[in-house]
């Protein structure tokens, strides 16, 4: 059965410095999803791609997160600098267009001590 | 945007249906209720969706009242591999993910 894959499992870096998470979506879908989720809490959208492109950023903040899929197939979710408050599950997800169903990976376990 | 409520957690006896409540008072006419939920250290599982009527897969049934302000998902015989948060979901027709709010959702612990 196909899988979203995401690596790392898990991530401990110090605040300051840059964190990077990866995600390879299941074959085929074009539309791709990073979710931040705080302990104890729901997943909060940060981006969504369509293909390459970016649909809906509103929730990225932009001042130290960025994201990327530069072919339209993978995915880089990036932290610089990592803060405190960003530690969090970081999940991908993906669908085969948008509007349709989602399956989600088993995220990145991001701890900023 | 919180548009659901749910209990914060609820037990529940392995082999005995598991009853999910969800208070969606505010649901709009073409607004689905989608129901997910989260094993320890897993992403989010799509589980069952519907718009008015009744609906059952072999993961669970969903029941919405007929003014479409609760729902209640039903796990009919609850096993341990069920423990997980319940999201209760309201959406426009389609996914939408851009626009899901899973809120807390409802701690389920199943117990033998």
């Known amino acids: 059965e196909a899988e979203v894959a995401q690596s790392p499992r898990y991530k401990i870096t110090e605040k300051s410095q840059a964190v990077a998470f990866w995600c390879d979506p299941i074959s085929g879908h074009a539309t791709l999803y990073w979710y931040r989720q705080i302990l104890g809490q729901g997943p909060e959208l940060l981006v969504q791609?369509?293909?390459?492109?970016?649909?809906?950023d509103s929730q990225l903040p932009k001042d130290r997160f960025s994201a990327e899929r530069l072919k339209g197939v993978d995915s880089t979710l990036k932290i610089q600098p990592a803060e405190l408050g960003d530690s969090a599950m970081y999940l991908c997800?993906?669908?085969?267009?948008?509007?349709?169903?989602?399956?989600f990976g088993q995220g990145t376990r991001l701890t900023v001590v | 945007d919180a548009k659901t409520t749910q209990p914060t957690s609820m037990d529940c006896a392995e082999g005995r249906a598991a009853n999910l409540p969800c208070n969606h008072s505010?649901?709009?006419?073409?607004?689905?209720v989608y129901w997910y939920r989260q094993i320890h250290s897993q992403g989010p599982q799509y589980i069952i969706h519907?718009?008015?009527n009744n609906e059952t897969n072999e993961m669970a049934s969903l029941i919405i009242t007929e003014d479409r302000k609760s729902s209640t998902l039903i796990l009919p015989h609850a096993t341990l591999r069920d423990t997980a948060v319940y999201y209760c979901i309201v959406s426009p027709m389609g996914y939408n993910f851009n626009k899901f709010y899973f809120g807390s959702g409802t701690k389920l612990n199943v117990k033998p």
């Open positions: 519907g718009l008015k």
């Open positions: 791609f369509q293909d390459e492109s970016v649909v809906d």
């Open positions: 505010t649901i709009s006419g073409n607004e689905y």
């Open positions: 997800a993906s669908s085969r267009a948008e509007n349709t169903e989602a399956f």
